[in-house]
T-cell receptor
Framework: DQQVKQNSPSLSVQEGRISILNCDYTNSMFDYFLWYKKYPAEGPTFLISISSIKDKNEDGRFTVFLNKSAKHLSLHIVPSQPGDSAVYFCAASARYGGATNKLIFGTGTLLAVQP | NAGVTQTPKFRILKIGQSMTLQCTQDMNHNYMYWYRQDPGMGLKLIYYSVGAGITDKGEVPNGYNVSRSTTEDFPLRLELAAPSQTSVYFC??????????????FGEGSRLTVL
């Protein structure tokens, strides 16, 4: 039972265009969400997060949008760069910043940014 | 900065063999974790530790053991390896145990194949 779903295993985007990575969740108790980025042969690294009291959080080229009613969040990368090519994992936790050992990860989306 | 270091990076085991995946971090983090990632699946927590001498089971602990004798080290022991343990293993650490303040720092991963 996958509580955090990333239904697109892969996404290909042209350099300079917008990349939109989607994540859906089923547990209404989730109230804190994170995105991690993973390059091949490396461990995931934290990218950006959002709490349920917000519907948008922005950090440079990266913006995460949260739609609580739809239990959906998305990561926007604008403009996309070849160096953004990586696997992106969505993760969720409950009880506002609940314990890190309760993080639930999605299956990841492989983003390929074409030059 | 070394961060989180895992060894070995690759290993092939025969069914029934045992081995230890080593993990060490130099950030003085109290919290440490072991995850596994299977193809097409999200990261699953195997075991975690909130400090030296304290460990607890995660979502998928069967077939594994851990110890935490020092703050720096958190080895993962596989006893009687089985093909179902073929996976990529990630060690991680965090300063805080709360998702909204405890960014996870991951090692590069250890790819284990059991034949």
């Amino acid at each position: 039972d996958q509580q955090v779903k990333q239904n697109s295993p892969s996404l290909s985007v042209q350099e300079g265009r917008i990349s939109i990575l989607n994540c859906d969740y089923t547990n209404s108790m989730f109230d804190y969400f994170l995105w991690y980025k993973k390059y091949p042969a490396e461990g995931p690294t934290f990218l950006i997060s959002i709490s349920s009291i917000k519907d948008k959080n922005e950090d440079g080229r990266f913006t995460v949008f949260l739609n609580k009613s739809a239990k959906h969040l998305s990561l926007h990368i604008v403009p996309s760069q070849p160096g953004d090519s990586a696997v992106y994992f969505c993760a969720a936790s409950a009880r506002y910043g609940g314990a890190t050992n309760k993080l639930i990860f999605g299956t990841g989306t492989l983003l390929a940014v074409q030059p | 900065n070394a961060g989180v270091t895992q060894t070995p990076k690759f290993r092939i085991l025969k069914i029934g063999q045992s081995m230890t995946l080593q993990c060490t971090q130099d950030m003085n983090h109290n919290y440490m974790y072991w995850y596994r990632q299977d193809p097409g699946m999200g990261l699953k927590l195997i075991y975690y530790s909130v400090g030296a001498g304290i460990t607890d089971k995660g979502e998928v602990p069967n077939g594994y053991n851990v110890s935490r004798s020092t703050t720096e080290d958190f080895p993962l022991r596989l006893e009687l390896a089985a093909p179902s343990q073929t996976s990529v293993y990630f060690c991680a650490s965090s300063l805080s145990g709360r998702a909204n303040t405890g960014e996870l720092f991951f090692g590069e991963g250890s790819r284990l194949t059991v034949l």
